[in-house]
Each structure stands twice: as C-alpha cells, then as structure tokens.
C-alpha cells in the first residue's frame, strides 16, 4: 500500500544506489525453479519448458530498480506446485465452508467439484464514460482462466454532496429468495475541498460486496472507477480481497495513463499527460487485465510468484505493477492447468487472438513465439517416434 512521502530528497539519492533485495530475500537457483515447477524428476513437458529454446521465454525475477519494489521491501517465501496441492482448498474431497452450490466430491477439476460455479465481476458505479471496453475485459479473464465469467450489474453509488452511498438493487442478493427493496448504505470516504477527490475506505466497499456474492459464485470480485484508500496514511490501495469469503475490490482509477499522482499527497491528482485516446484505451485494459486475473488467481488460491517473472509477482507501487508481464511462469501456469484442465496450447492460442484484437503487440509477438516454439518441438519429437 503505497504510503504519502515526505523526503523527496532521501528518495532522489537511492536513485543514484545499487538495490539490494530485502534482507533475507534469496534469489531461486535454477535447482529451485525446476522444482517448484513440479514434475517427476524435474523432466519438464514441453509446454512448461524452454530448455531447448535460444531465446528464453521464461526470465528470472529481476533486481530491484527502487527502494519501494516489492522484494526490496518484502520477504516472500514462495509456493512450489507440490506445496499448492497440499496447501489449496479447493483441492479438497469436502464442500468449501461458504460455497452454498453443487459440490460433486470425485471432481477432479475446480469446474467438476462445482459444475455450477462462475466468477462474477461486479460493477460498482458508472462505466459508461470510462476509457475501458468492460466487455473486452470480460472476455480476457474467460481466456486467461478458461472458467465461466458472469457479468453483475446490480450495483450502484450515489453521490449526496460529498458523501458516497452504495445501492444494492432488488436483484442483487446472495441467496434464491427475491428481495423486494433498494438497499442503501453510507461508504466510509474522505474528500479534499481544494482538488474536489474524493476516496472510498476499501473495507466499507469489501463488507458490502460479501453480503451479495451470489450462490454460484466460485469468487466475486467488484471493480470501480473510484479511488480506494486503507489507512490514513495511504496514498491509495488498488484494492483489498477476503480470500476466505472469496471476495475482493478493486479501483481501476489509477490506470489511466494520461493521468499524474502525486507522491506525497493522496489528493493530488492532475491530467497533464498527452495520450491518444486509443493509446489511452489499451494501456487502461491491458493493465485492468493484469489486474484482475491477478487477483482471481489469488482466490483461487495461488501466492505471489517468487520464481519468474510472472503475472503473478507482487508489487510494491504502480509502475512495477505497469512493468510486470501478462503471462504466466511455469510454475503458476502448471498450478492454474492443474486445478482448472484447460489445454496449454489451445489457451495461448486464444489469449493471442485477444492480443492481435486490442493491440497488445509485446504479449502477441511473445505469445506467437511460444505457440511455433511448442509446435515446432512437438513435430520433431512426433518424427522420431
């Protein structure tokens, strides 16, 4: 949570210094990489190697450019793929303490546990004047996870003055019974007079997200064009999740590229940058893509990555977080093919029609590589048999 600063001149030095990783942070070995990836005597199947590849697809967790990186500041232990098969829920042979649909024990897939079960992105307020196609959106996290997705509607804020009110519609409810009323609650805020910005207290939002998680919901996740904070000391939180009721929120208000914040005060915020307004377009969905199946997978029960670069690294302030890549390591990416099933080549090839569409053209030209990469070495092994 990135916090107000106050020395501008102690943050200009560290620019001028090398580094380091926080103290105890150990870069993983090769050794180690192979073995959290997973498989029997660290033989790799081609779709989670690149052993034989000249250019490597898979690169390893880079330095720290900032003292507020991620593994500059935090210590993470990692989780390897025989770790997450002991350690995640949804795994188990027993119904999940809050799912309230069809469990079928001799699943061996998240879908096949809960043949009924959905993600839900939930919007909260107004998207219609905003920079971001929310159906390209959903149509990124049904190729990335390759889970149904289901869009909820019913939600709404209201503004009275300077405060901020949630509204909950009749069909938005969290069990089969019909609920005749609009609900309507007060949202922890703060405003600045001077700038007229306004934040909403991330925990007021995320208690009222829990009550309306629908029954065939896997997970809930609310997204909004409004500002979160935590603490009084935040500039700003991008969001907060419940892992355990398997709801999060999160702010895409920060991924707008023409826009410049402030690192001391939260309330500072100005327009100042030109962009074209496809340019705009692309940047605030790619980078709401990143966002959101990040935080799905940490629902779904995958941790921070400590072994690759990866979709699933942590970061410490916006920029890392814009910096990181769209894909997923071996290790996370055996992890999310083994609790969904989906097949490895088959969802690159979709994810690159996505990229090609919307003009992610680093992801495609990765991806693309990949995709001749996995054919190419499945040809010649097919030849020799």
Not at 55 to 75: C, G, M, N, R, T
Not at 161 to 181: H, Q, T
Not at 352 to 360: E, K, P, V, W
Request: charged fraction near 30%; aromatic fraction near 10%.
């Amino acid at each position: 949570m990135p916090k107000q600063k106050s020395d501008k001149k102690a943050r200009l030095k560290q620019g001028r210094q090398k580094i380091p990783f926080a103290k105890g942070y150990r870069p993983p070995s090769q050794k180690d990489q192979l073995a959290a990836i997973g498989f029997e005597n660290n033989v790799l199947p081609l779709e989670y190697s690149d052993v034989e590849s000249e250019d490597k697809f898979f690169l390893p967790i880079p330095e720290p450019k900032s003292v507020d990186d991620w593994l500059a500041q935090y210590v993470e232990d990692g989780q390897s793929f025989r770790e997450y098969l002991k350690e995640n829920p949804w795994f188990s042979k027993r119904k999940s303490k809050f799912m309230k649909q069809a469990f079928r024990s001799d699943g061996n897939t998240l879908c096949e546990k809960y043949p009924e079960g959905k993600v839900y992105i939930a919007k909260i307020g107004d998207f219609s004047d905003a920079d971001i196609s929310f159906d390209s959106l959903i149509d990124y996290i049904r190729r990335f996870l390759c889970v149904p997705v289901q869009v909820l509607n019913e939600l709404a804020i209201e503004k009275r003055n300077n405060d901020l009110i949630f509204v909950k519609k009749p069909s938005c409810r969290s069990s089969g019974r019909a609920e005749a009323r609009i609900r309507k609650s007060c949202l922890q805020t703060r405003f600045n007079a001077k700038t007229k910005h306004i934040q909403i207290e991330v925990d007021s939002i995320l208690a009222q997200i829990r009550s309306i998680i629908p029954g065939d919901a896997l997970c809930l996740i609310g997204l909004t064009l409004y500002d979160l904070y935590g603490d009084d000391s935040d500039l700003f939180v991008a969001g907060m999740a419940a892992g355990n009721r398997r709801v999060a929120v999160f702010s895409l208000m920060r991924y707008n590229p023409a826009l410049t914040f402030s690192s001391e005060h939260w309330y500072d915020i100005k327009e100042s940058k030109k962009v074209s307004s496809a340019e705009k377009q692309r940047l605030i969905l790619q980078r709401s893509c990143k966002l959101v199946v990040h935080e799905i997978c940490h629902l779904l029960g995958l941790p921070h990555c400590v072994y690759f670069r990866c979709c699933m690294n942590g970061s410490g302030h916006l920029q890392e977080d814009f910096d990181q890549p769209m894909m997923l390591c071996p290790v996370d990416l055996h992890k999310l093919q083994e609790l969904i099933g989906f097949d490895v080549t088959e969802r690159y090839q979709s994810l690159l029609d996505f990229f090609n569409t919307h003009g992610f053209t680093d992801e495609a030209a990765w991806t693309e590589r990949r995709l001749k990469f996995l054919q190419a070495k499945k040809s010649y092994h097919s030849s020799r048999v």
